[in-house]
Structure formats: structure tokens, C-alpha cells
């Protein structure tokens, strides 16, 4: 079985989502397009540009579904590209991951029609008992004319941090839809 952390508390999360709206959050996921950022959740530090790493290449046939996970080893990792829902082969795991001091983890919002959509992990940190990671995410607002992608536009954001297995593992995520101005500039 791979393990899957998803368990954000609905009103925490809700709470958070206004706030950061109402400051503007927002962030850039692999440097192609730069949203507005906003504050990241209390207890959280931004993920540092050398533990940014690039996802997979995904094509028509193969990519991952609406998904948040943390890959603890190669065999997990593995697992999960060739679970039957994919049907991938395991790409490799990305160089310079020492499974005993690291851990991967990986945000894809599935395939999109728009090229705007995007997905980022942007911090994480110790807060209270638990292990927080934030995820940002933009979606084109509906209505707004949006660029084409040219190939499947899969987002995802994929990055290491220190293995930790002693605290339970939360997502806090923040959603915002872009604009049609925004998504313009």
C-alpha cells in the first residue's frame, strides 16, 4: 500500500485559504509564470530553490490524477508510476535523493485544459505535533479565455525535504482562481 497524507482539518484549512486570499497569496511553481505571493501558513518555511526538483515528464498517456503523496523510498515511488490507474513506467527518481535523510513530496492537480492552471509546493515546517506542507494552487476563473496548451498541461511541483517520520503529515493548501487580467500578464 502507498502511503497517502492527506488530512487537513476542513475549517483550519478553509481559514487559511480566506486569509491568504484576502492577502493576495498566490506563488510560482516552476519559474514559467509568476503569480502573486503571499504569506506562507504560521510554523512554515519556504522551500529553499536547491530542494525544487523537476517532476516527471508526463505525455498523454501516463500522469498522475488529482493527488497529494510523500515518497519515503524507491519502492514507493516506483509503486505509485506503476499502480494500474497510470500504467507508467517509474521514471527515475530525481539524483541526489539519500533515501535515509530525504523525502520526496509530490502535488499534481491531473490534467487541465488551460495552460494557466498550476500547482506549487512551496513551504513546509513543525507545527504542533505535526509535519505541515503548503500547496498552492491556480486554476483559470471560469469564463476567461485561456491559452491552449500545446501538449498535455499536467501540473505538478515536486520536491525533497527531510525525511521525518515521527509526526503526522498535513497539507495545507491554498486555492485561488486567476483573473483574466491576470492570467493576461
Known amino acids: 500500500m502507498i502511503p497517502t497524507h492527506r488530512g487537513t482539518r476542513p475549517l483550519a484549512l478553509l481559514a487559511a485559504v480566506l486569509a491568504l486570499a484576502a492577502c493576495g497569496g498566490?506563488?510560482?511553481?516552476?519559474?514559467?509564470?509568476?503569480?502573486?505571493?503571499?504569506?506562507?501558513?504560521p510554523g512554515t518555511k519556504e522551500v529553499a530553490a536547491a530542494a525544487r526538483l523537476q517532476p516527471p515528464v508526463r505525455s498523454e498517456s501516463c500522469y498522475s490524477?488529482?493527488?497529494?503523496?510523500?515518497?519515503?523510498?524507491?519502492?514507493?515511488?516506483?509503486?505509485?508510476?506503476?499502480?494500474?490507474?497510470?500504467?507508467?513506467?517509474?521514471?527515475?527518481?530525481?539524483?541526489?535523493?539519500d533515501w535515509t535523510r530525504d523525502m520526496l513530496v509530490y502535488a499534481s492537480i491531473g490534467k487541465r485544459m488551460a495552460a494557466e492552471d498550476r500547482v506549487s509546493i512551496d513551504g513546509w515546517g513543525i507545527r504542533n505535533d505535526s509535519l505541515i506542507v503548503a500547496i498552492r494552487r491556480w486554476m483559470l476563473a471560469d469564463g476567461c479565455p485561456g491559452a491552449i496548451p500545446t501538449g498535455p498541461n499536467v501540473p505538478q511541483s515536486l520536491v525533497k525535504i527531510p525525511a521525518d517520520t515521527t509526526h503526522p503529515l498535513r497539507f495545507s493548501e491554498e486555492h485561488r482562481r486567476l483573473t483574466c487580467d491576470e492570467a493576461r500578464s
Open 26 to 41: 498566490g506563488g510560482e511553481d516552476d519559474g514559467q509564470t509568476n503569480y502573486e505571493k503571499g504569506p506562507l501558513p
Open 65 to 97: 490524477s488529482p493527488v497529494r503523496i510523500v515518497f519515503h523510498s524507491q519502492m514507493e515511488w516506483d509503486a505509485f508510476w506503476t499502480d494500474d490507474r497510470r500504467g507508467c513506467t517509474p521514471p527515475p527518481v530525481p539524483g541526489g535523493i
